[in-house]
């Protein structure tokens, strides 16, 4: 449709406006799990891009994309985690500078990193504070570009460029399978992906506790749930994004929900076949693999394994967890 | 030199060789770890590989070269590492079998992992047994061609493809670093890497308490030191291979050796900042690149990370270690 937000066109451009900054990331394979599934699988790890998530592909799109005087002034983003460090990392390499939103009980180690990018950290207690509210006050008083974690063209199409390179270097798929948070990486790869592999299908995978997007598939509207309990902390989503969600609606087939011990068998399985370190949410797409949930199981699946931002100290004690 | 027991033609002969069988494996950037080193590094990440290390490419090379009456019988080899799991998978994609022998106190993981590669496994009592002798006699009462971990130009070969294939892929590097155990990794890289990158240093990586290779170079012949006491179980070698010092000792700049301690800050910054899975012996060459004891310090470096194979306990069993 000529009408739609984001086109083709727009990944195409965005692969153009960050190549050289973001990282072209590797596909891999694993006999083992193309045994274990049934299936051929390829897994574009975006735990090997910038800041060890696709973040950084729609952070560095919409930024760079700033006027002169808006990159004088800097950005600011509200997020305690992937988006935080997406965001500072851009400004930083586009000579702009960041103030970053967190709440107040954010892990040290989410607030060093980012901070490291050299964003300046703005935090507010989590049950008082409104973080849009702080946001949006920041922004004013100092002239700041707020740089949304999704309801954006940019960083959507930003997002995008994921599921354009797999398919660019792979060929044509019959699945593909992305995390759902926000909504903002299955939009970019949804429109990508469709454009590219007519027929495709395209799964979402939620946590059991964060299904906003499958309720609101079902709903036929944007449904908004409580705040999830979930490990997967880049998908406590409560409710999908407007602009997102809008694209999804018309391009997604289908959600599956994994549960939080699934996710762990998937990062289980990540670290000791495939050797490389997931987040939960990094590994919901395996976990939903895993589950058998796939039904038909396509042929050629895709995977955007969606990042590996975890201490060995939570992943430690995550993995003594599940046994 | 003519008279060279292995040369880039053989190199390349095991490159197409193997194609199709052993995972061209991705080469891996990371900007912190070219800021934190003041360096171009380029990781060649054979924990990718088949059997989650570069053992798969010689094992694979050596094993289809056999007669089919050889193939018919089997093969045999003692290791209690990677070797054994290299073997037991290039047999079994061959059509081959493979009988493995390893001290019965080899972890049950490793036991189980080598087994479900379709092998049988024969155990012997490491303080009493002579696994040179066990093997020897099984091979001869069953007709099993042994396939030795370092010791033969077609293992050699087989290695070099990891460095050929990273500098096709890169071009040009100033240094080389990879881990040393029997020197089959070393020596095949080496062969691959003066050849294709004329002025390229070779630099080995050993374990400090496993400096055998650095020994002989020093003394200019085998030096045999005690067993070593290492994390680094994958070069705890007592000697250099025959075959493969004569190649090394040719060919390498240099050996780099690692305290424990460094090689666990390896493992930490890539798991950490890589997003990767490194065994003790496949994260040495990041360790000395860290230690700051390369110096000049190159300005292309590339580091083949040897290997991934480590149970979740292990590694967190090490990491908590390392505090």
Not at 11 to 30: C, E, F, M, N, Y
Not at 58 to 68: F, H, K, W
Not at 273 to 300: C, F, M, Q, Y
Request: charged residues 20%; hydrophobic residues 40%; contains cysteine.
């Amino acid at each position: 449709m000529s009408t739609s937000p984001v086109t083709l066109d727009d990944v195409r451009d965005a692969a153009a406006q960050i190549k050289g900054a973001a990282h072209h990331t590797p596909v891999l394979r694993s006999r083992t799990i193309d045994r274990m599934v049934g299936a051929e699988v390829f897994m574009k790890c975006e735990n090997f891009q910038r800041v060890g998530a696709f973040k950084f592909r729609g952070a560095y799109n919409a930024i760079s994309r700033l006027s002169p005087e808006r990159l004088r002034r800097g950005v600011a983003a509200y997020s305690s985690g992937n988006h935080a460090q997406g965001v500072a990392l851009a400004a930083r390499e586009l000579g702009s500078s960041a103030v970053i939103v967190m709440p107040e009980d954010t892990p040290q180690a989410k607030i060093d990193a980012t901070a490291g990018y050299g964003a300046e950290i703005v935090t507010y207690d989590r049950f008082t504070g409104d973080r849009v509210a702080i946001g949006g006050k920041l922004a004013a008083e100092r002239g700041l570009t707020l740089i949304p974690p999704y309801e954006h063209p940019h960083i959507i199409a930003g997002q995008g460029t994921a599921a354009l390179e797999l398919i660019e270097e792979v060929g044509p798929l019959d699945a593909l399978l992305t995390p759902v948070g926000g909504g903002g990486l299955m939009a970019g790869c949804a429109t990508a992906a469709t454009a590219l592999s007519p027929g495709i299908r395209m799964i979402g995978v939620e946590p059991e506790q964060g299904d906003d997007t499958k309720r609101s598939l079902e709903a036929g509207h944007r449904i908004s749930i409580p705040v999830p309990r979930t490990i997967a902390d880049g998908q406590a989503a409560e409710i999908p994004g407007e602009l997102t969600f809008s694209i999804n609606q018309r391009l997604l087939d289908g959600i599956v929900l994994v549960s939080d011990e699934e996710i762990l068998a998937g990062m289980k399985l990540a670290f000791e076949r495939l050797k490389i370190v997931t987040e939960p949410s990094g590994a919901t797409p395996l976990a939903a693999l895993l589950s058998g949930r796939l039904d038909p199981l396509p042929a050629r699946i895709g995977l955007v394994i969606s990042g590996g931002n975890i201490g060995l100290p939570r992943f430690t004690e995550l993995m003594s967890v599940s046994g």
